[in-house]
Nanobody, 123 residues
Framework: QVQLVESGGGSVQAGGSLRLSCAAS????????MGWFRQAPGKEREGVAA???????TYYTDSVKGRFAISQETRHTLYLQMNSLKPEDTAMYYC?????????????????WGQGTQVTVAS
C-alpha cells in the first residue's frame, strides 16, 4: 500500500504562483508513475501532469504547458510548481501514484490517491 498526502494549496490572485507537494509513504518502491489531477465543481477529474519515476519522462495537459512543472525529489516527494495561475485553474488538486509499468494522464492508470488540496485563483 502507498499513502499520499498533499499540501501547499491556497488562495492566490491571477498571475500568482503556488507549489504543491505530495508526500508518499508505505511501499513506495513499487511506484512507477506519479501524477497530479484536479477536479473543479461539477466537472470530471482531469489529469494535469505526470512523471515516470524511471527515466523522468513528464506529461502535461495542454492547458498547463509552459506554466506548470512537475518534479520528483525522491520516491517520497512529488511537487507541482504552478506559475501564471488563472481563475480556471481553481480546483481540488489530487496526487496519484501508479504501481504498474507505464505512465500518463488517464485517471484509470492510478491505483493510489491522496485526499486533495484546494487551489483557488481569484481574478
Amino acid at each position: 500500500q502507498v499513502q499520499l498526502v498533499e499540501s501547499g494549496g491556497g488562495s492566490v490572485q491571477a498571475g500568482g504562483s503556488l507549489r504543491l507537494s505530495c508526500a508518499a509513504s508505505g511501499y513506495t518502491v513499487s511506484v512507477r508513475c506519479m501524477g497530479w489531477f484536479r477536479q473543479a465543481p461539477g466537472k470530471e477529474r482531469e489529469g494535469v501532469a505526470a512523471i515516470y519515476t524511471i527515466g523522468g519522462n513528464t506529461y502535461y495537459t495542454d492547458s498547463v504547458k509552459g506554466r506548470f512543472a512537475i518534479s520528483q525529489e525522491t520516491r517520497h516527494t512529488l511537487y507541482l510548481q504552478m506559475n501564471s495561475l488563472k481563475p480556471e485553474d481553481t480546483a481540488m488538486y489530487y496526487c496519484a501514484a501508479r504501481s504498474f509499468v507505464g505512465c500518463g494522464l488517464y485517471r484509470s492508470f492510478y491505483n493510489y490517491w491522496g485526499q486533495g488540496t484546494q487551489v483557488t485563483v481569484a481574478s
